[in-house]
């Protein structure tokens, strides 16, 4: 199909005796919120990790809008396109909210090896900074030292730098994690509002969120996908209900 | 913007005027001695200052930046064996070597990380060292004796000459990293320490980053090894053994090492540690007057226990903002 | 003739290289277990050193030196932890090169005050400075071959304890990974504590064997622990079986290097030219080794599995 954005082809990868990712084929369809779900230890902030370059697959290739990038950087992956928050927050802790976005912003005007005009008081890059703050609504929170910040929050920090490369692809890793009801409430309707200009492949187990957001869900199950489909197939697959959900409800 | 600079680096902008005047002290007192002193502590500092920029900002444990202090002076040492005494060729080249220098390790050796980092750039800087001792056209193990290089239009052997000559680089150092650590590349490069994955999540490539900064730290060394050269009238492989390298890291964090200024008033309290503790000991248990070593390793024990973030840390109290932020 | 001296120097470089283990085995787990960059192992050896030497000529029985030496070095190295080390596990690493430069420090200045700077000499006893013939007509100094023995000992010692003891699980499941220590609900404090002492001993009685051989003085242990990290690294940090080989060709290239590169280079350059830049690029070898190494094997050659 032309209209997939990430397609994943027999993708394996192996820790020791441990099969993480076996033969995993996937397609992402541009524009979409796609859901992976499985068990925990079922391997998928390890496909995850894949397809934005933290680990290489042992075969298989991921392509991404057609074009293979099995071999390339994480930073260059980034530049092509793949945002991606992580399971754990990862952001720059010893700066400011508003620092963040700027690091981010001067990635994204590609102007990195300057070396004597201060950064940090540069109009230009303070608004691009505000504007990276203000797609998920943090920018009230611009002055605040991350280290300051409350867990929910870093959250969303984390997703307005998943989201300042203008990615075509956005890799969301549990970003309800921890968070509160109404930090989750909040967070949904973010994720909500990107569906108009980004694809979004999300991991998430609050299985509220993943029926309210997903147009498509995968199951990933001891690293293989046993279904893929809408929630209404995916909720009524025996298969998947044997393997996760009925045990679950 | 320059006014910017003034009120951002208060701390450092103070030395260098004290610096800038301290030769009149010295003569209204007649105090020569402390003039050498001083040009030790400028020179060491500025080594330091330049380590600082991988060490502090780019959070790279280097222990052999010494090495480039070695290169250096032996630039202007091996020069003048061959009868080029132009000081600034010899600095010019000093730069150059260090600068690729810098590449060829910085890339083998920013392929690991950790204790790993720790232990190879400190086995590239004992491979230089045991380079230098097996020069024995060059003195090999006892160095090699030479003359002040003959900086054009400067003297040397004129009267505070090297002295000013040595604030001048130092100042233009220190004016470039002030710069150097607010720019973009400089927020880059904190941004690296506080977080590698998230900047390469950003789509940077954090080793061109690591290693712009471990070259600029290198050629910033190797010009302060140049200069230490004709201070000392002498190069041996002695100005890059190993406990040097411990030395510059030790200036840096006694400073504070997230502040620009801070390697420079480590190396003010470093070397007069080092002239006035034998002094104050001889007053109190002269026996052991010499062994002033016996004080400042538990000193520096001390330091590292329970002075986080270094003498400017203890006076800001900032230590945690990054560099590029705060005022210093 | 050169084969007679090529043997001796192979078996010389035995004896360094199992030397270097000795100092190099606790090492390595203080590296790999405690995450903990410890420069002041080198003052261990130099403790050890001393304290057999002083205790030697004082009691005029090298045997009784060496028997007291061992507790004391034991000692040393548990109080170190117990003052001093524990409060620096969970600092970075620049933190602890510099609190343990500052204990190479004080340590070198203690013994200079102690004991004065000039070196202190003594001698193993008459009943141990005879020759072996390892092959005919190619005697070996007793005492050479001793310290390879003991050194083999200790080696075959510490690798039972880590691969058949409980104990010695817990110390390999700690190198691989650090926090499955504390998962394992092992009494790290203690752990960490004896590792270290028994590494001290070790280092120290690497010193103290090494003592008659060359001179006992103030910062002897620096260039054997630089060596000795070197040792780790290629080895793999936190393997007791990686520093055991490492430790062997590190001996083996310095010290026939040493005496080969020189013999080498007169073929082709002036004698004097020689005598310097072949011990020394002999020295340089060695870091040239750890880097080659390095570059294609990141974690060293034997990296402890999982790490």
């Not at chain 1, 999300?202 to 309210?212: N, P, S, T």
């Not at chain 3, 260039?223 to 040792?231: A, F, G, K, N, R």
Request: glycine share 10%; aromatic share 10%.
């Amino acid at each position: 199909m032309t209209s997939s954005i990430l397609e994943l082809r027999s993708v394996k990868k192996k820790f020791g005796a441990l099969t993480a990712t076996d033969n995993v084929s996937l397609n992402i369809q541009k524009g979409e919120i796609h859901a992976l779900i499985g068990p925990n230890g079922a391997g998928k902030t390890t496909l995850i990790s894949q397809i934005f370059g933290n680990l290489a697959p042992d075969s298989g290739e991921i392509l991404l809008d057609g074009k293979n990038i099995t071999n390339t950087s994480v930073s260059n992956r980034a530049l092509l396109g793949i945002g991606r928050s992580f399971q754990i927050s990862n952001v720059l802790m010893d700066f400011s909210v508003l620092e963040n976005a700027i690091v981010a912003k001067i990635s994204h005007s590609r102007k990195t090896f300057r070396f004597f005009k201060p950064a940090f008081n540069d109009p230009d890059l303070i608004d691009g900074g505000l504007a990276i703050l203000k797609r998920v609504g943090i920018e009230h929170m611009a002055d605040r030292n991350v280290s300051d910040l409350a867990h929910g929050e870093r959250r969303l920090l984390e997703l307005s730098l998943a989201l300042a490369m203008q990615p075509v692809l956005v890799l969301l890793d549990e970003p309800m994690a921890g968070a509160g009801p109404e930090d989750t409430v909040f967070m949904t309707k973010v994720i909500a509002g990107l569906k108009s200009d980004t694809t979004i492949l999300l991991i998430e187990h609050d299985m509220d969120v993943v029926f309210q957001l997903a147009e498509r869900i995968s199951v990933l199950v001891e690293g293989a996908v046993i279904a893929s489909g809408t929630p209404n197939e995916i909720s009524n697959n025996t298969l998947v209900r044997e393997a996760y959900l009925g045990s679950d409800e | 913007m320059v006014l910017d600079l003034f009120k951002k680096f208060t701390t450092l902008w103070i030395i260098l005027v004290v610096l800038a005047f301290f030769p009149i002290f010295t003569s209204t007192f007649d105090l020569p001695f402390w003039n050498d002193v001083v040009m030790r502590i400028m020179l060491l500092g500025m080594a330091a200052m330049g380590l600082n920029i991988v060490f502090g900002f780019g959070g790279m444990v280097s222990f052999g930046h010494a090495a480039f202090m070695g290169v250096g002076a032996y630039c202007a040492g091996i020069s003048q064996y061959y009868g080029l005494d132009n000081g600034w060729y010899q600095l010019l080249m000093s730069a150059v070597s260090c600068g690729i220098l810098g590449i060829m390790i910085g890339f083998l050796a920013l392929r690991t990380s950790g204790i790993y980092f720790i232990m190879i750039t400190l086995a590239f800087a004992q491979m230089l060292y045991f380079f230098f001792v097996s020069l024995e056209q060059f003195g090999g193990d006892d160095g090699l004796i030479m003359d002040r290089s003959d900086f054009i239009f400067i003297d040397l052997y004129e009267p505070l000459r090297l002295y000013y000559l040595i604030f001048f680089i130092l100042a233009a150092v220190s004016i470039m990293l002030m710069l150097l650590i607010r720019s973009r590349f400089g927020v880059i490069l904190q941004a690296i320490k506080s977080n590698e994955s998230r900047v390469e999540a950003m789509g940077l490539n954090p080793l061109k980053f690591k290693l712009t900064g471990y070259v600029i730290s290198a050629v910033i060394c190797g010009l302060s090894g140049c200069l230490f050269a004709s201070w000392q009238e002498f190069v041996s492989p002695d100005i890059m053994h190993w406990t040097r390298s411990g030395d510059l890291m030790i200036i840096i964090i006694l400073g504070g090492l997230t502040y620009v200024a801070g390697p420079l008033v480590g190396a003010i309290v470093f070397l007069l540690l080092e002239e006035l503790l034998p002094d104050l000991l001889h007053v109190v248990f002269p026996s052991i007057a010499e062994n002033w070593m016996i004080i400042f390793g538990p000193l520096l024990i001390a330091v590292v226990l329970f002075g986080k973030g270094g003498l400017m840390g203890v006076v800001g109290n900032r230590f945690t903002r990054p560099a590029a932020r705060k005022d210093q | 003739m050169t084969l007679t001296l090529l043997l001796e120097q192979i078996f010389n470089g035995l004896q360094a290289g199992i030397t270097l283990f000795l100092i190099a085995a606790g090492l390595t787990l203080i590296l790999g277990i405690m995450d903990f960059v410890f420069l002041a192992h080198g003052s261990q050896v130099m403790i050890g050193a001393y304290a057999a030497a002083a205790i030697t000529i004082a009691t005029n029985n090298f045997y009784f030196g060496i028997l007291a030496a061992i507790p004391i070095t034991f000692v040393c190295g548990y109080l170190l932890e117990w003052l001093i080390i524990r409060h620096l596990y969970r600092r970075d690493h620049m933190d602890q090169v510099l609190a343990t430069f500052g204990l190479i420090l004080f340590f070198n200045e203690a013994i200079r005050i102690g004991f004065g700077p000039a070196a202190l000499f003594t001698n193993f006893p008459s009943s141990l400075s005879g020759f072996i013939e390892i092959l005919p007509d190619t005697p070996y100094p007793v005492y050479r071959i001793l310290i390879i023995l003991v050194g083999l000992l200790c080696a075959l010692g510490i690798h039972l304890f880590v691969s058949r003891t409980r104990v010695g699980a817990m110390v390999r499941a700690g190198a691989s990974n650090p926090e499955m220590t504390a998962a394992l609900g092992i009494n790290v404090k203690i752990l960490f504590r004896f590792i270290f002492a028994a590494g001290a001993t070790f280092a120290g009685l690497a010193g103290m064997m090494i003592g008659p051989l060359t001179s006992v003085e103030p910062g002897m242990g620096e260039p054997l622990l630089i060596l000795s990290l070197v040792v780790i690294i290629i080895g793999g940090i936190g393997s007791v079986r990686g520093a055991f080989i490492a430790a062997i060709l590190i001996g083996l290239v310095d010290t026939v290097g040493r005496v080969m590169l020189p013999m080498l280079f007169k073929t082709f350059m002036s004698v004097s030219t020689a005598d310097t830049a072949g011990p020394a690029l002999a020295s340089m070898s060695v870091y040239i080794l750890m880097a080659v190494v390095l570059v294609f094997k990141p974690t060293g050659l034997f990296p402890p599995k999982g790490a």
